[in-house]
């Protein structure tokens, strides 16, 4: 096992928090389904410190971008809190239920569910990547207005990009069981949310990203929270990854900003892929 204290385990931990901090921005991930794995395994970590470190660095990942997005209209904010809202019943729901539950055929069902998504979210970015910029911009203009819908300026197209949000009720359903299945698991909830987003309430990449990052930062400090008054926050070690967490996080926005949603998303359905393997293999 490697010290954490030491110089060595101190430039992973911050090496791995910048790797963190970029796909928490750029790709609305909360990065825990690595996290806990490095800090358990290659840090000796207790689980339950290991799982209050990765809140703490999701918190810290949301907060560093979160304003900056909302502020530049990515975020959908409307759409955030509804589904931030059924999330964190799911999460309260599986809670109660958690020791009720056998984890280990839960993860592996969740994991084989993810593979034909990551799969379907990197054939549609390809497809929109073949297609002209401007069908791209054009595409999701809302012919029947709801209260959900709304526009951000698509830097890597110099251009605003409006869409329509649909399915809103069947969405916040998944939400719901997402956050319960996040949360026995502890994954991040980006990982059932920008997916729901993106191919059930067409919502563009970038906008999902966005605002997943909004919801995930709650969830993660309202959980942290409750870790802390438990003694599961290891502050020294959670210091040195807020630290990396903090510099690729204004990377990782950078990139969301500039690059097309439809190559975020297929960088996306990558992370996911390895997400799921790593699942059914753990």
């Not at 954490?4 to 928490?24: E, R, W």
């Not at 926005?253 to 393997?277: C, D, G, H, P, T």
Request: charged share 10%; glycine share 12%; with cysteine.
């Amino acid at each position: 096992m490697m010290d954490p204290h030491s110089l060595q385990g101190s430039l992973l931990l911050g090496g791995f928090g910048v790797f963190v901090g970029v796909l928490g921005s750029a790709l609305g991930i909360g990065g825990g389904v690595f996290t806990v794995p490095l800090l358990t395994l290659a840090f000796g970590l207790p689980i339950h410190q290991a799982i209050g470190a990765s809140l703490v660095a999701i918190a810290a990942a949301s907060s560093a971008v979160a304003s900056v997005n909302v502020e530049r209209g990515l975020t959908n904010l409307r759409l955030g809190i509804v589904f931030e809202t059924t999330m964190a019943l799911g999460s309260l729901f599986s809670a109660l239920i958690a020791s009720r539950l056998p984890a280990g055929v839960l993860q592996t069902a969740f994991a084989l569910a993810l593979l034909p998504i990551s799969f379907s979210m990197f054939f549609r970015g390809r497809a929109a990547l073949r297609a002209a910029p401007g069908d791209t911009m054009r595409h999701g203009v809302p012919s029947h207005p709801s209260s959900f819908d709304s526009e951000f300026f698509d830097h890597s197209m110099n251009g605003r990009r409006s869409y329509s949000v649909k399915n809103v009720l069947p969405a916040s359903f998944l939400s719901f069981f997402g956050g319960g299945l996040s949360g026995l698991l502890g994954l991040g909830g980006g990982v059932v949310q920008v997916p729901v987003m993106t191919m059930l309430c067409g919502v563009p990449m970038k906008a999902a990203a966005a605002t997943s990052n909004f919801m995930i930062g709650v969830s993660a400090a309202a959980s942290a929270f409750v870790y802390y008054r438990k003694g599961h926050i290891p502050a020294d070690i959670c210091g040195v990854i807020v630290a990396g967490v903090l510099i690729g996080s204004f990377a990782g926005m950078s990139l969301l900003y500039k690059a097309r949603s439809e190559r975020l998303q297929m960088v996306f359905s990558a992370a996911l892929l390895i997400i799921a393997v790593k699942m059914l293999i753990w």
